[in-house]
């Protein structure tokens, strides 16, 4: 029994010591390793900043009295045009510097918003091993280069749920509103509002982004194109130069040699299950942060099989929540599967026959699959009034407006 007893208190240390402070060497090395990061990007050039700066070059346009959607890859919604005339408006030297800098800056905002959702300090190991880990995760560095605008949804993703997590459901709608307004790739998140009832966060929600976008495209020049032009491309799943990117299961089984309809018709079925799976989780009530960023992802990954395109990238948009689930027991970082699936996106590995870039999308869509397999298998096992979805300081019911429960749950972090 005594042995039993230290074994109990062994495995309770381990996680505990993730949640003490950092000491500063590893501060210094995570700062280190992402300043690093911005400097090989601009070094690195190539693609640099190639997918902001679309939408920078149709802000440009606007400025000059052209039609922002006369070029196909500008892709975003009107929305997108006004928030990039800023970035439009300063010297082009500053872009190479200021878009990778922003890019690592984002994604490091919306880690320690997502460590706020589970009541996890900025400062601790679980937050610095995770910074000093980002710069050796392809996707992170694919994301920091292209300067993609999937790093608002990034962002907004966590602090939408920290603010569900504290009853503010209207807020969180509001937050959600504005990135769709940027681009719709959270648009999935809006069935969480559906299961949580919360019909005015729902409206919020939905009436921001047409609010945004109808005065945007009445200030631009030829907006029709957007309908005519920018969404049949999208529709289509772009065009030959992002295809080989694409890790929608659809597009990787088409490749694999089975039928276009049948591939996606098969895509369609898993985004269905993937759906079912999250309105699962919700059903199986508690009043933790677990639920809500549980069937937040498991939409969103739903989702990220079915669109076309899905790109690696996207996956740093549930990323984030998830991993600071760690902090409650029976998570999914808590499983082998979950980091299995991100090991073969080590940057600098090379697996074989997938050294070709063009061959990236199978890799990426293992990585995808299993973890949308992983997060369904999680939505499925959790029992009933689970009292496990308790992160310590997380203030879990606060999202059925009570009061915050700080006492340590058993074996958390």
């Known amino acids: ?42 070094r690195r050039g190539g693609r640099l900043g190639m997918d ?47 878009v990778p800098a922003a890019g690592v800056g984002l994604v490091l905002l919306g880690w320690f918003l997502s460590l706020r959702i589970f009541g996890v300090r900025a400062d601790s190991r679980l937050a610095v091993l995770v910074v000093a880990a980002l710069p050796f995760f392809q996707p992170f560095r694919n994301l920091v280069t292209l300067g993609n605008w999937t790093l ?39 069935l969480l509002f559906v299961l949580a009832r919360r019909w005015g966060a729902l409206a919020v929600a939905s009436t921001v982004p047409v609010g945004v976008s109808l005065p945007a495209a009445l200030a631009m020049p030829r907006p029709g194109m957007f309908l005519t032009r920018t969404l049949p491309f999208l529709l289509r799943g772009q065009d030959a130069f992002a295809r080989p990117y694409d890790a929608s299961l659809g597009a990787v089984l088409a490749r694999l ?28 009530a508690d009043d933790g942060p677990l639920r809500l960023v549980e069937t937040a992802a498991m939409l969103l990954l739903a989702a990220f099989l079915v669109s076309r395109p899905s790109f690696d990238h996207y996956l740093l948009v549930v990323l984030g929540p998830l991993l600071a689930s760690a902090a409650v027991p029976g998570s999914v970082p808590r499983t082998v599967w979950f980091w299995a699936a991100l090991v073969p996106q080590v940057a600098g590995l090379d697996w074989p026959y997938l050294e070709d870039v063009r061959r990236r999308a199978f890799k990426d869509a293992a990585m995808l699959w299993t973890l949308a397999a992983v997060v369904a298998c ?16 997380s203030g879990a019911d606060r999202t059925s407006g009570g009061g915050a429960d700080r006492t340590p749950a058993p074996g958390a972090f």
Do not use: H
């Open 1 to 42: 029994m005594a042995a039993d007893t230290a074994g109990q208190r062994g495995q309770a240390s381990r996680p505990a010591w993730l949640l003490r402070p950092a000491p500063w060497p590893l501060r210094a090395v995570a700062a280190g390793l992402t300043a690093v990061v911005v400097v090989a990007t601009v």
């Open 52 to 98: 902001n700066a679309f939408v920078v070059k149709a802000a440009r346009a606007l400025l000059d009295g052209g039609a922002p959607y006369a070029d196909k890859r500008f892709l975003y919604l009107p929305g997108a045009v006004l928030a990039a005339v800023p970035e439009a408006l300063l010297p082009a030297r500053w872009l190479p510097w200021l």
């Open 152 to 190: 608002a949804s990034v962002v907004a993703l966590p602090l939408a749920l920290l603010l569900a997590c504290r009853a503010r459901w209207v807020a969180a709608g509001a937050v959600i509103g504005c990135v769709l307004a940027l681009k719709p790739m959270l648009l999935p998140v809006l």
């Open 257 to 284: 040699g089975m039928a276009p309809a049948a591939a996606y018709g098969l895509a369609v079925a898993a985004a269905a299950a993937g759906v079912a799976c999250a309105c699962l989780r919700w059903r199986r």
């Open 378 to 393: 999680a939505c499925l096992r959790r029992p009933a009034g689970s009292g496990a979805d308790r992160a310590p300081g």
